[in-house]
């Protein structure tokens, strides 16, 4: 039965090796780099879907391989690999994106100079994403966790040679590390309650009430600060947009199936650990669920086309935390299978905008319009990503966004179900916004004019991914809901089923026929404003130009952090500065120099020269005979 999940330690294994033949051959490889990446993620997909069948089979238990890697004492720090549910389908997304994102990169990235070192970095992203995913324990994750943090640092700033890009890679490797030791910290705290790393060991300690429950609700929320930090959450989610200056095809892989689904699969992974504690999960629920509507905000006024999809990335994001925070087995389901569906239409949307850049030379969507006729295939396709992210029926993004609603609603959250409708409706409001503007209307410029479509290497993998937007959904159907049964079959699953009566599922006609509604409303006022333009897109900026400014510029949040943190400790640097330069090197200064004074002094003495001590002598008895004469000598007798 395990005979293909005991093999799932050579999916990550395969791009290790990739990066190892490029990074040794790439200068003659050159441009056949692509070719051995592609191929060695190629198995790594076949395995990853044998690995899936294999779990996915009736009867079949999780896998569990560990061996002893470090001995300290009498303790033995275990390492392994481990599959189930989760991550038999967390490897498969991972690896169908990646692969789909590297054979789009071999016409995107054609006659770059730097081609070989770029698939390097790709196939190693790839194994520390797949090498998180298939951890039994959190040390483990946590060495792939920040092996990921420093791809994306790579992959950000490949053109080095840009001031924006040199900055967007620090700043997405510092406030990433912000999350990270909240992360760091959780781990420390869960290992000293419970003496393991391995999640099982975690999970049966906090089932016995060996866990004190203010440790348990500590760990938790900082676990989730550790994700927040790399799922783009509310306020760690500004190192999200500025990553847009890397490769298209590195943001599509970045936002769809690497970095952000690490913070949102850690939460689903440790869920057990989040419903022992229901602060916790409120916290979960309510950042997740005011990030979902601020994101959404901010979209719905940004010019640059990969910005708008950053930042509908970060509120789909929210969506996710906010479904896992109300918690159940609907929240589970809804919040993974979202998940899994947002891996493949935002890769699509990604690779469509690089399309567009490919061909137009411009990221600005108001110097764009009127590409579908130059751009069939390409505008084909973002539509059906539009129409799967806004919640579109028959739509993958329909069936997990109406399932997170359902979510929400069984629990009774009615506060968090109105944030979520009215994220939904700027979703669908803002995407269409991008649609119209890029691909419909007239021509703005010559490079739009002179546009034409990508080569068969670019719009493959945006087919393929089209039709996987499509058909996703159908494997959670309201009434065979093939997703919700099997993962709930699983260990996490049946810990949770202990503890929650409701089950996964979708809602009522009602909610289904509101979600629609919602959606509609949002495409329907894109269509006014920037397809019929029968309605002012002024609107807002004419009338209330002070609340446009505020979306346009993000809410002041990076000028906020500037002043309150950049400033501020770059004042306390110079202070700092400025008392080692006066204070400890004038001290250091005086010692010095009075050490040289005195040795200057005593040179002058020491000059070996006869005459010179002759008079110093002379010099002596003199002051001595003086003061004798002054002072009356010593009485006699005495």
């Known amino acids: 039965m395990d005979t293909m999940m005991q093999y799932a330690w050579l999916v990550p294994l395969f791009p290790l090796i990739a990066f190892a033949i490029i990074l040794s051959f790439g200068r003659q ?13 190629g198995a790594s997909l076949l395995l990853s879907l044998l690995t899936f069948w294999e779990r996915f089979k009736d009867g079949a238990q999780d896998y569990v391989f560990s061996m002893t890697w470090l001995k300290v004492g009498d303790y033995v720090i275990p390492a392994g690999f481990e599959i189930n549910q989760l991550n038999a389908m967390m490897l498969v ?26 698939y390097q970095y790709l196939a190693l992203f790839t194994f520390a994403m797949l090498g998180l995913v298939i951890s039994p324990n959190l040390l483990q994750v946590y060495i792939f966790w ?26 997405a490797f510092i406030v990433t590390r912000i999350g990270d030791v909240g992360l760091f910290i959780a781990i420390c705290l869960l290992f000293w309650q419970t003496g393991s790393f391995a999640f099982e060991d975690i999970f049966t300690a906090v089932e016995n009430g060996k866990v004190e429950p203010a440790i348990i609700t500590l760990s938790a929320i900082l676990i989730f600060v550790g994700a927040a930090g790399k799922s783009g959450q509310f306020p760690l989610h500004t190192w999200l947009p500025d990553a847009m200056e890397g490769p298209t095809p590195v943001s599509a892989l970045i936002h769809a199936a690497t970095m952000v689904a690490a913070g949102v699969y850690l939460v689903a992974a440790s869920f057990p650990l989040f419903i ?113 992210i806004a919640g579109v ?16 609603f069984s629990q009774g959250r009615f506060d968090l179900l109105i944030i979520a409708m009215l994220a939904a409706f700027c979703t669908a409001f803002y995407m269409f916004r991008l649609y119209y503007l890029t691909f419909k209307g007239e021509a703005t410029t010559e490079a739009t004019k002179k546009a034409h479509e990508s080569p068969s290497t670019m719009t493959l993998p945006m087919l393929i991914l089209a039709v996987l937007a499509i ?16 993962l709930m079959s699983g260990t996490v699953g049946q810990y949770i089923m202990e503890r929650y009566t409701e089950e996964a599922g979708h809602g009522g006609v009602w909610l289904q026929v509101t979600a629609v509604v919602i959606s509609l409303l949002g495409i329907g006022l894109a269509y006014l404003m920037y397809g019929k333009k029968s309605v002012s897109s002024d609107i807002i900026s004419e009338q209330v130009p002070w609340l446009y400014r505020l979306s346009y510029r993000k809410y002041y949040i990076d000028e906020i952090y500037d002043v309150v943190f950049v400033r501020s400790f770059r004042g306390l640097g110079h202070l700092l500065s400025l008392f080692d330069r006066y204070v400890v090197g004038g001290i250091g200064f005086l010692v010095g120099w009075t050490a040289r004074a005195i040795g200057g002094v005593n040179s002058r003495l020491q000059t070996g020269q006869l005459q010179m001590f002759g008079l110093v002598v002379l010099m002596g008895l003199v002051i001595l005979v003086v003061s004798l004469t002054t002072l009356g000598g010593v009485p006699y007798g005495q």
């Open 29 to 41: 490889l050159k441009e056949g780099a692509a070719y051995i990446s592609i191929l060695f993620t």
């Open 471 to 486: 058909i996703a959904g159908f494997i959670n159907l309201p009434n065979n809901p093939i997703l919700g049964n099997w």
């Open 276 to 388: 022992a504690s229901p602060e916790a999960l409120n916290v979960v629920a309510y950042v997740g669920g005011f990030t979902a509507i601020f994101a959404a905000t901010i979209g719905i006024t940004q010019r640059d086309i990969k910005r708008v999809l950053a930042y509908s990335t970060v509120s789909q994001l929210g969506f996710m935390m906010m479904a896992l925070g109300v918690a159940g087995a609907a929240g589970y389901v809804a919040g993974t299978f979202h998940l899994m569906t947002h891996a493949f239409f935002k890769a699509l949307l990604f690779l469509a905008a690089g399309s567009v850049i490919h061909a137009v030379h411009t990221q600005d969507v108001f110097q764009m319009g009127g590409l579908s006729k130059r751009m069939p295939i390409t505008s084909f396709v973002f539509l059906i990503g539009c129409l799967a």
């Open 93 to 118: 997304i991972v690896t169908t994106v990646s692969l789909l994102v590297q054979i789009y990169s071999r016409g995107y990235m054609h006659g770059d100079s730097r081609f070989p070192v770029f």
């Open 393 to 408: 029926p028959p739509f993958s993004g329909f069936w997990s966004k109406e399932e997170i609603l359902a979510a929400i």
């Open 146 to 171: 920040e092996l990921v943090g420093a791809c994306s640092f790579l992959l950000v700033g490949y053109y080095f040679f840009k001031p924006q890009a040199k900055a967007a890679a620090k700043k």
